[in-house]
């Protein structure tokens, strides 16, 4: 053996691979000078063994130099024809990957729970109540009573006793109109102090438009102790303000009425699409309620049997919703219940 016929195999072996013209043919010509048993190189090198002891380390490494020139010849002849080869033989390796499909909670939820995280880490408990409520929660108890004309702000959907007549009020069932009952609900089981917000869904009798829809979200809140004031209704409320926006916000409490609150405010927020100056967004106002808040009424307390001389408390409630579409700066309150994937997708937190 010497080093003519190891150069005669290099000259075989690029000869063979010249005319193979198929993936199968590349196959033959690997397994004829590769193949463990039967290939020529493989034969090769073990007649190395043979040969004159002198010879032997200059044979040896001129055979490994071929067996790895044959494979790297053969590999990146595969390569070529895969590439190259109709899509039956092939892998398309320029295909792109399959994502797998990431579900996430729903935009709302994602809101919900901000909140709910925002006034947990401010030492308060979450507490949830049926949305099927009856007329002492959702009315009386809150200081309005069958007559109120603070009732007519509320559309109502009633499940029985749908006119509540005086003596038959406290017994009408109806879908809650708002979580405030959940205030009643705490109290008469707990005795103060009180620290609790109750997120839920609410109902009213109104038609879907961009801004309103006859089911949505409001998130209550309460504290009661002996000398709570204004002062702390408003430090917390700015308090979450500027968590939730994660921002300075620049806020202004509003004087408004509510029957179980004296005095009673909305929160404002400076709307952040156009910076005060007045958008789409805020109405042309510069400014976004954002909830409903107040010192509770004694008459409150005196439902459910709190001493109105010795505790003070203040309560707020706001619309998830609301907070949703400002926080996105989406227009139309519709989009989050549709559930179109186009637009949950786009949404997260
Ligand atoms: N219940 C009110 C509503 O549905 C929101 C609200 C206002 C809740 C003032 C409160 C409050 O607790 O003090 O619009």
């Not at 002492?136 to 200081?143: G, K, T, V």
């Amino acid at each position: 053996m010497a080093a003519s016929s190891i150069e005669d195999l290099s000259r075989q072996f690029r000869a063979a691979l010249d005319a193979a013209s198929s993936p199968a043919d590349l196959k033959a010509v690997r397994d004829d000078f590769l193949s463990r048993k039967q290939g020529r190189v493989t034969a090769l090198v073990k007649s190395i063994a043979t040969a004159p002891p002198e010879e032997r380390r200059a044979l040896g490494s001129l055979a490994n130099a071929l067996k790895q020139d044959i494979e790297e010849a053969l590999d990146a002849r595969d390569a070529v024809m895969l590439a190259t080869a109709g899509p039956k033989d092939a892998v398309d390796v320029s295909l792109p990957a399959r994502r797998p499909w990431v579900g996430r909670r729903h935009p709302l939820t994602q809101v919900r729970e901000r909140v709910e995280d925002i006034f947990m880490a401010m030492g308060y408990q979450v507490i949830v109540g049926p949305e099927i409520e009856d007329d002492w929660h959702n009315f009386e108890a809150l200081n309005m009573p069958a007559s109120h004309p603070a009732r007519d702000m509320q559309d109502t959907l009633y499940l029985s006793a749908p006119v509540p007549a005086p003596d038959n009020g406290r017994a009408a069932t109806l879908l809650r109109t708002h979580t405030s009952g959940m205030q009643i609900r705490y109290m008469e089981a707990h005795d103060p102090p009180v620290r609790i917000i109750a997120p839920g869904r609410v109902y009213r009798r109104d038609n879907f438009d961009a801004t309103h829809t006859p089911m949505f979200t409001q998130v209550e809140g309460l504290v009661v102790d002996e000398h709570i004031s204004l002062g702390d209704l408003k430090g917390t409320l700015n308090a979450f303000a500027e968590e939730f926006f994660d921002a300075k916000v620049t806020t202004r409490f509003r004087p408004s009425f509510f029957p179980y609150t004296e005095p009673s405010a909305e929160l404002d927020v400076e709307c952040q699409g156009c910076s005060g100056r007045g958008c789409g967004l805020c109405k042309h106002t510069g400014w976004i309620e954002i909830l409903g808040c107040g010192m509770v009424h004694p008459a409150v307390f005196e439902a459910v049997g709190y001493d109105a001389n010795r505790y003070t408390g203040f309560a707020f409630g706001m619309g998830i919703e609301r907070l949703a579409l400002r926080l996105y700066g989406v227009d139309d309150i519709r989009m989050f219940y549709e559930n179109d994937l186009r637009f949950l997708e786009q949404i997260a937190l």
